[in-house]
């Protein structure tokens, strides 16, 4: 059995809630989280230790210890990710492979710095949305794709990389300019890419579902609504990571990812103008 390591701001979350079991079954019990560590005790929550032994968890005392018993990493804190520098510092340092939650980092040079410490010290690292892998959007046709309208819940500065994640996994990693469409309570965000194409997310409170509108060439469109289980295959897929060390994301396109996020929220300062993305 291959261990794996939680490092957490604090464990009482919703993806580490989710995590263990799923894994496990994917895995057949080949895998397991066995070692768990958080900053801080969730406010009105439970305490890490609470939390461990609920999930009969082995609570350890540092990051360092996590990182030594464990074969395999995920680094949490899906809601702050501001702290995912400081959690998955020594991680990226250690050539274990690792797993860092959505959303990968705050800003595209903190993204940027992630990256490089992981190619420093030859450490397999990857981090995605698990709405990359909804089989709807995976067996959609890219051939030919000229827009795309995407709708989904959630507050825009954590959940828009769930509309953003499968936007550039379908058109690619070169989006140039963003521009802010929205209102405070309904987001909205046009994005443009290199070659001309255009693509929009927007977000309409937590009733809406996920899906996407997708256009082609001579004026045919598809509609593409989410029924499967997207998170059992985005389980399978980290597992997958964990046994060959293989990233299954290109980092450009995460990169690219957080960067629209990014100066999307910048540029709801500034509605309806279009604010140029960087390229270095």
């Known amino acids: 059995m291959k261990s794996i390591g939680f490092i957490d701001y604090y464990l009482d979350e919703w993806h580490a809630e989710q995590y263990p079991e799923r894994i496990e079954k994917a895995t057949d019990g080949e895998m397991k989280v066995r070692y768990a560590f958080g900053i801080i005790d969730?406010?009105?929550?439970?305490?890490?230790?609470?939390?461990?032994e609920k999930h009969g968890i082995e609570l350890l005392s540092s990051i360092e210890e996590v990182i030594e018993r464990s074969d395999y990493l995920i680094v949490l804190s899906p809601d702050n990710p501001e702290y995912h520098e400081q959690l998955s510092d020594l991680s990226l340092r250690s050539g274990k492979p690792t797993y860092i939650d959505k959303t990968f980092a705050?800003?595209?040079?903190?993204?940027l710095r992630l990256f490089e410490l992981a190619n420093q010290h030859q450490t397999p690292m990857y981090?995605?949305?698990?709405?990359?892998?909804?089989?709807?959007?995976?067996?959609?046709?890219?051939?030919?794709?000229?827009?795309?309208c995407s709708l989904g819940p959630g507050r825009y500065d954590n959940y828009s990389i769930h509309q953003i994640e499968p936007i550039v996994s379908i058109m690619g990693s070169k989006p140039t300019k963003v521009m802010f469409i929205g209102t405070p309570s309904?987001?909205?965000?046009?994005?443009?890419?290199?070659?001309g194409r255009f693509a929009s997310i927007h977000h309409f409170g937590v009733d809406c579902s996920f899906s996407m509108t997708v256009g082609y060439g001579a004026g045919y469109s598809k509609t593409l609504k989410l029924e499967s289980d997207f998170f059992a295959s985005f389980i399978r897929n980290m597992t997958e990571f964990f046994r060959t060390g293989k990233p299954p994301v290109?980092?450009?396109?995460?990169?690219?990812?957080?960067?629209?996020?990014?100066?999307?929220?910048?540029?709801?300062?500034?509605p309806f103008q279009w604010v140029a993305l960087p390229t270095e």
Do not use: H
């Not at 969730?42 to 461990?52: F, V």
């Not at 705050?106 to 993204?111: I, L, V």
């Not at 309904?186 to 070659?195: G, Y």
């Open 127 to 148: 981090s995605t949305s698990a709405l990359r892998y909804a089989a709807e959007y995976v067996e959609a046709e890219r051939s030919g794709v000229k827009t795309i």
């Open 186 to 195: 309904f987001p909205a965000l046009q994005i443009a890419f290199a070659d």
């Open 42 to 52: 969730k406010e009105n929550g439970l305490t890490n230790a609470q939390w461990c």
């Open 106 to 111: 705050p800003d595209r040079k903190t993204a």
């Open 250 to 270: 290109n980092s450009a396109e995460t990169v690219a990812i957080i960067t629209i996020i990014e100066f999307g929220l910048k540029s709801a300062e500034t």
